[in-house]
Structures are given as C-alpha cells and as structure tokens.
C-alpha cells in the first residue's frame, strides 16, 4: 500500500444500526459529500455544483414559508381502494407502506402561512408519496385549498413534484385532471393569483392540468417537466430530441415556463411576485 494512501484521511462512515447520527449527504449529481447542517442552510442546493436536490413536503413547507407561520388544512381526507385494485401486490398494502414512510395519509400537504410576511395558502405535492401520483385525495386536497384561498382572500402556490396520475385509481384518478382545473377557476373569479412551482419531477396528468394553467409557472432550475418522459417521445416520432428536452431550461426558453428561479432565491421571488399581483407592500 503507498504511504498517501495508508496516511489519507477518511470520512468516518456511519456503521449499519449506529446510533451516530448521519451528518452527511451525497450530492445526486457531483457526488460530493455536504454537511447537512449546510444542506438545510442552503435550502437543500448542493453548495458545490447547485444541483436541487428532491424535497419532502415538510422540507418544501420549511423551505418556503416564514418559520412557525403553517397551519396544516390537509390531513382529514383518506384514500380508499374503490376497485380493489390489485397487481403485484393489492393497492391497500401500497397505500399503507406509502403512509408509514411519509407519515401523512397521502402525497399531498396543504396549508396556510406566510412568505416574507404575505399571507398565502399553499399545496405542496411529495414525491416520497408513490411518487407523488395524483389521485382522488390529491385532487380533493388542491380543490379544497383553492376554495379556502378564495374564501379568505389569499393567493394560492402549488409545489409539484409528481410522476402523473396514480393509475391504481384508473378513470378516478384522471377525473382529478377537470376537478382541480375547474375548482381554480373561483380564484380566477375572484381575481386572486395562483402560482404554480414545478419541481423535479412534474410530469403526466399533473402537468396536463393545474400544474400548467397558474397565473404565473415557475420552475426549479433543472427540473424534469413533460407529460411523456422523453425516450417514449423519441421512440413515437423517431428523432433524436434536443438536448435539455423537457428540462425547466429548455421550456423557458420555448414559453412554456414564465421564470426558472433557484430555490435558495425562491421565498424573495414569490414574495415580491405576489406583492405586485396583489398590490401588497412586501417586507425585505
């Protein structure tokens, strides 16, 4: 063994059923290791190469909103298995190991608080959630939210990330697509603005729907957003697509996002965007 090897330093790595607590985390993309302490400073961006890196709903919440300021809406509506559907394993016992990971009863959380002091009401999909997949309580969830914004006067943000609708709820799931389309409408009625985040990644039915019609579309920097992914979209026409395809770069570039905004900037922007839609004085 060479002698810069035997005398390098080595990161202690955390042992199997260690009591140690895990400080570290690796960057998906440059793999680099980042204190978490530095991660959760940095509103979860790898410091090293900006890579955003995936976020439950309580981190979103975290992330976005003036500390102490959420008070949970969500919660009381459960999913239930109306086709008893059942592939290789039954769509309950999905259900149940998806609700003990996330500890919430579906891939959704919503709630009211406040950015920089400007009152919003806010939705928040998780991915840790069956990949986020948009069935009945999802839309139930988002139809709800854009009801109590509208009854209290606050602009509504949805948070996606979501891999589509959840095809163990077939047809009931895909009529979640019209419900929440047209219960963000009595926002539009009211003149009250809805902004939409979309997050990596947003694809499928969610981006066919609520995700795409917002007054203003944001996106994270990188953010995989479509409806179909991209190889069975080169696999139908038979071309080679162009690099980037479906990343939130490429979309702003083409009009399909309104601002890519990093997510360590994302609380100003938000604020601001929604003081001027509101015609609102926004704390610095």
């Known amino acids: ?56 709903a309580a981190q979103r919440v975290q992330v ?9 809406l969500s919660g009381r509506v459960h999913p239930t298995d109306a086709l008893n559907f059942q592939d290789t394993e039954a769509y309950t016992d999905r259900l149940r190991r998806a609700q003990k990971k996330t500890g919430r009863p579906d891939a959704i959380l919503t709630g009211t608080g406040t950015i920089l002091d400007v009152p919003v009401t806010l939705a928040v999909m998780d ?8 069935g009945s309580v999802v839309g139930e969830e988002i139809a ?7 009854a209290h006067g606050t602009p509504l943000i949805i ?8 095809m163990q709820e077939s047809a009931l799931s895909l009529m979640q697509m019209a419900k929440t389309t047209v219960a963000l409408e009595t926002l539009s009625e009211k003149g009250l603005p809805y902004v939409s985040v979309l997050t990596d990644p947003t694809t499928g039915g969610v981006t066919a729907s609520f995700a795409t019609i917002a007054d203003v579309i944001v996106a994270e920097p ?19 697509l162009p690099e980037g395809f479906q990343r939130a770069e490429f979309l702003l570039e083409h009009g399909m ?12 922007y938000l604020a601001s965007l929604l003081g001027l839609l509101t015609s609102r004085e926004v704390n610095a």
């Open 257 to 268: 996002v309104d601002a890519v905004v990093d997510r360590r900037e994302q609380r100003a």
């Open 127 to 134: 991915f840790a959630f069956s990949g986020g997949s948009m």
């Open 222 to 240: 990188g953010a995989l957003i479509g409806f179909a992914g991209p190889r069975v979209i080169q696999q139908t026409i038979r071309q080679n």
């Open 159 to 166: 948070v996606t990330a979501s891999g589509g609708a959840r």
């Open 1 to 56: 063994m060479a002698l810069d090897r035997f005398f390098r330093r080595r990161r202690p790595q955390q042992q199997p059923g260690s009591d140690v607590p895990d400080l570290w985390t690796q960057c998906p993309a440059c793999k680099e290791g980042v204190y978490n302490r530095d991660l959760e400073a940095g509103a979860y961006v790898c410091p090293k190469c900006g890579h955003h890196i995936r976020l439950d």
């Open 144 to 150: 709800r939210a854009a009801e109590h914004a509208a």
């Open 64 to 72: 976005l909103l003036d500390e102490g300021s959420f008070n949970q």
